[in-house]
């Protein structure tokens, strides 16, 4: 059994310096050792270089994956090429780490968990916002049950602007509008509501923005057994945004604005709390009200790749299985299906 995983990061690109931040994640890990960083252009892979001045690069994956002592990929490239890429991977003997959105398609997702089952190694998927302090705060409140039964869970972002976001604005290589901020929102509401989805309804719309070929807007309703229903909107066209989240009990309500929750994220691998949630109680068959801001907890995104280390060196839990980042997907593709049959279209994992 080794005592440290050895690692390298594909992907160390400019758009959000998230290459950057996989490696300061797997540094700051004493379990994990960061070898290198692999990225087709040599000017980014010079970057990294420059960040890292201990480690290799290389230009090409068949370069990284000719090396047998490196034990585990992070994936940090364009949506279109995570599924490719892992493949790539597993046939090396390598365990993989993947962004999200863990891939385009249910059918790439397929093959990705498949694959890594063939080849006997770990496929995760990095839905480390399940971490931030907001979020942590409000499954909390949840899970002890100062709002009583949930019924409707609320999460919009976005707002009124110009889409263009490069490659991430292409169809084909970044899957559409959902798949930018979509992968956090929906990851976060089936943490919360746990169960089954028993099927989704989308609401796509392109009305505006011409100059990119991904829709400006997007509902997507989603059914869980219990009656609950999540409404999770992205949107380029919203003039009046609400709240982040609103998430409504039979015995209260939570309203979060998301403000403070990510501040430094992309720089630092953890913050101490910033920000609070709004809870509001109701008692006495709603005659008494209370209202209080409860603190975030800590954003502890690094605790994702501490999750990790106990997984590959000790058996612990997948931090985020294939299977979690293939239901995400799975609602993408049901919500598309349903904005175009008009009906609700069931997801087929749960
Ligand atoms: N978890 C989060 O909160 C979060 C935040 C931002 C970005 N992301 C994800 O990180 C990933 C990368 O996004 P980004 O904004 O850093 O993109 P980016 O375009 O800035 O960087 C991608 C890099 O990958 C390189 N690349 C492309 N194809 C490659 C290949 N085949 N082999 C090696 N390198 C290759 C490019 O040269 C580029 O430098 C996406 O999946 C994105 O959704 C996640």
Redesign the pocket.
């Known amino acids: 059994m080794p005592d440290t995983i050895r690692c390298a990061v ?10 950057r ?1 996989h490696c300061a994640w797997i540094d700051h890990t004493s379990e994990l050792e960061l070898v290198g960083v ?4 040599p000017e ?1 892979a010079e970057v990294a270089k420059q960040d890292w001045p201990e480690i290799e690069t290389w ?3 068949a370069q990284l994956f000719a090396r047998e002592d490196i034990d585990l990929v992070s ?5 279109f ?2 599924c ?2 892992a493949l790539e991977a597993f046939e090396a003997g390598k365990h993989v780490v ?4 863990m891939c385009l398609s249910v059918a790439e997702a397929t093959a990705m968990i498949e694959a890594a089952e063939a080849a006997g190694k770990t496929l995760a998927v ?4 399940r971490h931030d302090g907001n979020f942590r705060r409000i499954r909390q409140l949840v899970e002890d049950g100062e709002i009583g039964r949930v019924f409707q869970i609320d999460l919009q972002a976005g707002g009124y602007g110009d889409p263009e976001h ?3 604005t292409e169809k084909a290589k ?1 899957g559409g509008l959902l ?2 901020w979509g ?2 929102a929906v990851d976060w509401v089936l943490t919360l509501a746990g169960e089954r989805m028993t099927g989704v309804t989308g609401f796509f719309h392109k009305l505006v923005w011409d100059h990119v070929d991904i829709a400006d807007h997007a509902k997507v309703l989603i059914r869980f057994e219990s009656g609950c229903v999540a409404d999770v909107t992205y949107s380029r066209i919203n003039a009046a945004p609400r709240p982040l989240w609103r998430i409504l009990g039979t015995e209260g309500a939570i309203v979060d604005t998301g403000a403070g929750a ?1 501040r430094g ?2 720089q630092v691998i953890s913050t101490p709390p910033q920000g609070s949630v709004k809870l509001i109680r109701v008692s006495d068959r709603g005659r008494r009200r209370e209202e209080m801001e409860v603190p975030n907890l800590d954003n502890d995104w690094h605790s994702y790749w501490q999750e990790l280390a106990d997984h590959l060196l000790r058996g612990a839990p997948v931090p985020v299985t294939g299977h979690d980042g293939r239901r995400t997907i799975a609602v993408f593709e049901a919500a598309e299906r349903s904005s175009r049959s008009g009906v609700t279209e069931p997801v087929p994992y749960e």
């Open positions: 594909i992907g160390y690109g400019p758009m959000h310096h998230f290459g931040a692999c990225d087709i252009d980014r230009n090409s994956t994936i940090v490239t364009p949506h090429t995570h490719p890429i993947v962004e999200k959105a990095h839905h480390n916002r490069g490659w991430y970044g798949y930018f992968p956090h990510t994220y992309e």
